[in-house]
């Protein structure tokens, strides 16, 4: 069986400060893995995804994340981040095979203050 | 951008009661799903659905729920018989294709379900 722990429930920054949002998986076969956004009051939005090729990934409003094979991580990085990136991320794995669902992490809330 | 919708955004029912939440995919995707999510907890994986019929279920998704694409845009999730562990709030999702790899999921913005 899959699963996705993230390893922080809560952190809090200044804005403009670095931050790293931790995810650990366990899978036995290969997995898809993405980073998931939820802004208050809203629903998912999909931040980046991990499918193969480069291990650090792009994604969207200046986030990145490093997929690590060997510790089983795919952790979430911003060098600087802003008040507007106040919100919950979530780590979700899929496995490789059609229609499969996501399983998600508990969910990281990201608190950014000036 | 095309959007998943969802409705009601708040629906309140008291145990025992039947509800039916509604979403409405992007209108070219073909696979449909929904998730739930537990004030507090993580986002689950209730059911996917694809051509008419249930392509994947989790251990959630017990006889108490149903869904049900009942014309061309609607795709729905029915709680038979409310409890009040019931109580979260329900996601929609859609993707063109079934794989990750091309289609990403979209997520409606959710509906909060109070079961009292």
């Known amino acids: 069986a899959q699963s996705v722990t993230q390893l922080d429930s809560q952190v809090p920054v200044f804005e403009e400060a670095p931050v790293e949002l931790r995810c650990n998986y366990s899978?036995?076969?290969?997995?898809?893995l993405f980073w998931y956004v939820q802004y208050p009051n809203q629903g998912l939005q999909l931040l980046l995804k991990?499918?193969?090729?480069?291990?650090l990934v792009k994604g969207i409003n200046g986030f990145e994340a490093e997929f690590n094979k060997s510790q089983t991580s795919f952790h979430l990085r911003k060098p600087s981040v802003h008040i507007s990136d106040t919100a919950e991320y979530f780590c979700?794995?899929?496995?490789?095979?059609?229609?499969?669902?996501?399983?998600f992490g508990k969910g990281t809330t990201l608190s950014v203050s000036s | 951008e095309p959007e998943v919708t969802q409705t009601p955004s708040h629906q309140v029912t008291q145990m025992g009661q039947e509800v039916i939440l509604r979403c409405v995919p992007i209108s070219n995707h073909l696979y449909f799903y929904w998730y739930r999510q537990i004030l507090g907890q993580k986002v689950e994986f209730l059911v996917s659905?694809?051509?008419?019929?249930?392509?994947?279920k989790s251990e959630i998704f017990d006889d108490q729920f149903s869904v049900e694409r009942p014309d061309g845009s609607n795709f729905t999730l029915k709680i038979r018989s409310t409890k009040l562990e019931d109580s979260a709030m329900y996601f929609c999702a859609s993707s063109e294709f079934g794989s990750s790899y091309n289609s990403p999921l979209h997520f409606g913005n959710g509906t909060r379900l109070t079961v009292t």
């Open positions: 991990y499918l193969s090729g480069s291990t």
């Open positions: 899978s036995s076969v290969s997995v898809y």
């Open positions: 979700a794995v899929s496995l490789n095979q059609a229609g499969t669902a996501l399983i």
């Open positions: 659905f694809y051509n008419n019929e249930i392509s994947e």
